[in-house]
Antibody
Framework: QVQLVQSGAEVKKPGASVKVSCKAS????????IHWVRQAPGQRLEWMGW????????KYSKKFQGRVTFTRDTSASTVYMDLSSLRSEDTAVYYC???????????????WGQGTLVTVSS | DIVMTQSPDSLAVSLGERATINCKSS????????????LAWYQQKQGQPPKLLIY???TRESGVPNRISGSGSGTDFTLTISSLQAEDVAVYYC????????FGGGTKVEIK
């Protein structure tokens, strides 16, 4: 069955960076796009961008452009989200999620990771 | 950016009764080229990630019970749970994908 398994919770100081991993299994990794979505406490879900696991193409939300980097390791069926210059407002649960459609990209998400809590605190 | 507004923020419904959640987009998400509404619904239970329920405004995801349905077009959409069950207690979110994705603020459904 399709699974996305994320790395564990992180506590970071303001100004630091965090890297969250998302390991996929149960499907052909290179055939789908993975999105990143975050959920701050009491806030709505917020889309951060996507990475095409096959060809490595990337799109970032303007809000995070310049501060976020997506990468992938096809040999490990894993994608990564790196967020830099952390501030308290970045405290959130970060999710990876698979686009339901292979082509064209449709932006509705059928499988989600369990979430990774990133806490930014001095 | 398209802003999604849900109402109510929360509702309490008796078991077996109907629950209705509304979602309004700041601009139409109906694409004229294919006559499809670029609108999805998710369910999020406490401590879990969101789960896709509905896409294209009314297409039920595999495994979603048929008591859950989506309707609407243009800027106004509704998620209906026809006969609320205990396992339906959750927060429900709408999401547009006409432009880059944005989500509603969520509606919390509880048992009365």
């Amino acid at each position: 069955q399709v699974q996305l398994v994320q790395s564990g919770a992180e506590v970071k100081k303001p100004g630091a960076s965090v890297k969250v991993s998302c390991k996929a299994s149960g499907y052909t990794f290179a055939n789908y796009v993975i999105h990143w979505v975050r959920q701050a406490p009491g806030q709505r879900l917020e889309w951060m961008g996507w990475i095409n696991a096959g060809n490595g193409n990337i799109k970032y939300s303007k809000k995070f452009q310049g501060r976020v980097t997506f990468t992938r390791d096809t040999s490990a069926s894993t994608v990564y989200m790196d967020l830099s210059s952390l501030r308290s407002e970045d405290t959130a649960v970060y999710y990876c999620a698979r686009d339901k459609e292979r082509q064209p990209l449709m932006y509705y998400l059928d499988y989600w990771g369990q979430g990774t809590l990133v806490t930014v605190s001095s | 950016d398209i802003v999604m507004t849900q109402s109510p923020d929360s509702l309490a419904v008796s078991l077996g009764e109907r629950a209705t959640i509304n979602c309004k987009s700041s601009q139409s998400v109906l694409h004229s080229a294919n006559n499809k509404n670029y609108l999805a619904w998710y369910q999020q239970k406490q401590g879990q990630p969101p789960k896709l329920l509905i896409y294209w405004a009314s297409t039920r995801e595999s495994g979603v019970p048929n008591r859950i349905s989506g309707s609407g077009s243009g800027t106004d959409f509704t998620l209906t749970i026809s006969s609320l069950q205990a396992e339906d207690v959750a927060v429900y979110y709408c999401q547009q994908y006409y432009h880059l994705p944005s989500f509603g603020g969520g509606t919390k459904v509880e048992i009365k």
